[in-house]
């Protein structure tokens, strides 16, 4: 009786979702709870907000390369922060470098990134019709939104946009009479992030939750795409560090607003002594490093996942040790949190505690090394196809590699004194951060385009917008590592006071300023196909890219509940490519063993025994999911 009515249940759900009432544009398309068009709408977003960033980065660049130029035709946009010279005015030149980190970590490679691809994927590949909580989940979009809109609006008050840099030290951050760009900008940044983190606390709570409770009969933690394990470390990681930076911002907007020392003592403004005794500037980077250091992988996570299933896919390969993988990213997760300081050996640390520092810095190196090792052994030998997503995913590991060799320089306490605050910090942070970053983005948007959209984006535009990507990164950031090794310091203004240091970086930074003007005009090859391929490109088909994880099982545009019947039940791991023996270069995670005798290895001939089992679990939870 009990299994009858369960079925029943079932039914009447799968009913539900086949014929909900329909809603409204306003429900359907803004204030949606289908996780698919959050993911969308964080898409969207972030591509907005990645052109606002990286045009602040070429206008800066613009300054740096070319000092003398006359930048009047930028007056119509930035008005009186061209000044009488026409040239761009110093104190905005802080405040684009300040918004231009900002955007580009948290709005882009944060929200953007693990925004979109954990909200797509989780359900799709766990086998869930949606997350946890659809209105969790709107909640978590528009807390950015907002977040973001707060943001945009300090790009056009008077006294300007923050600018301490985006790690906002105090006590520059704290003291709004210090500077133009601790006032009114400064108290709108603090805000802007307390809303982005909220934004990313709920979306965070709403993957773990999904992935632990309504993953679809037979998916164990064992078969679960690498995808899928990148962003619930990512998760578990954001939810851990993500609160200690908004008691950071807290503290510091008490500092500013309400009086107290948290961060300030014995500070001289103009002669006059301040009342603050106390505080401690140091504590502020304690705080903010203890999430910094965590995000960088907040970021990168997602995109090595994404590497992973792409690599795995085009290479018709199964990934080079799973197991080893899911360690390596634990392993990151776990030393992420206890090598923070590695960001303030000039603080006057104790010696001994940078020496503890340095040994577990250069120890993360370990499970980074043992992930590009496993992308290099599934290429070898592979039958590769070269989409626009797999060239995407190669550059990725190129980039994490060549940038992370670096960060073995600057994890030495003694050659990082050196080096810090040099333009060799900032090659080593946006290769293997940023780039690598961006390029699992555009990975993940490539290859899952069809499925988004249910259209093809056009192989050729990709391809070269692959390739002037890629060489224009290259010519921006490798060369940096020379200027930064010859003693440039990064966030100054100019360097032309000196002929010693106009004669030395004066063509390099032209070079480099040229280079980031080439890379940023082919991301408008990018933005011209996302947008026409979405509307007039090629028609998908249902697996266009031949690959094993769940969400190709669902149809070309999943409706609401992403299957229109019962949800697959999984039966084996998601990286059966070309195994001996099989009708087909790859077995999709739903075709149970007992329709593969021929390819079976022994073990596996066992498991067909547990496939009745696998099909009689209950899904109670996905049928009552709210929708």
Known sequence: MATVETNLATTAHIAEH??????SFIRTYVFSEDHKTIAKQYLITGIIWAIIGISMSVIFRLQLGFPDMNLSFLKPILGSWINESNKLDPNFYLALVTMHGTIMVFFVLTAGLSGTFSNFLIPLQVGARDMASGFLNMLSYWFFFLAGLLMFASLFIETGPAAGGWVIYPPLSALPQAHIGSELGMTLWLSSMALFIVSQLLGGINYITTVINLRTRGMSF??????????????????????????????????????????LSEIYINGEALPNVGGSPILFQHLFWFLGHPEVYIVMLPALG????????????????YRAMIASMMGIAFLAFIVWAHHMFVTGMNPFLGSIFMFLTLIIAVPSAVKAFNYITTLWRGNIRFTPAMLFSIGLVSFFISGGVTGLILGNSALDIQLHDTYFVVAHFHLVMGASSAF?????????????????????????????????????????????????????????????????????????????????????????NFVYSMFWGKKATQNPWKSNTLEWTAPIEPGHGNWPGEIPAVYRWPYDYSKPGAKDDFIPQNVPYSQTPESNLPHEN??????????????????KQPH
């Open 222 to 263: 064992s078969k679960l795409p690498l995808t899928i394990w990148a962003f619930f470390l990512t998760a578990v990681l954001g939810l851990i560090s993500f609160p200690v930076l908004l008691s950071a911002a807290l503290l510091l907007i008490f500092d500013r607003s309400f009086g107290t020392s948290f961060y």
């Open 18 to 23: 086949e014929h909900h009432e329909p809603q």
């Open 606 to 623: 066992e498991l067909i025994g547990l496939e009745k089992e696998i099909e009689a679990q209950n899904l109670n939870d996905q049928f």
């Open 306 to 321: 994404i590497t992973s299933e792409i690599i795995a896919t085009n290479a018709r390969k199964p990934i080079f040790g």
């Open 440 to 528: 699992g983005l555009l990975a993940g948007v490539y290859h899952w385009f069809p499925k988004m959209f249910g259209r093809m984006m056009n192989d050729k535009l990709g391809y070269v917008h692959f390739w002037m990507t890629f060489i224009g990164i290259y010519c921006v950031f490798f060369p940096m590592h020379y200027t930064g090794i010859a003693g440039f310091p990064r966030r100054y203004y100019a360097f032309t006071s000196y002929d010693y240091t106009k004669n030395i970086f004066a063509d390099m930074n032209s070079f480099i300023s040229i280079a980031a003007i080439f890379a940023f005009g082919s991301q408008f090859l990018f933005l011209y």
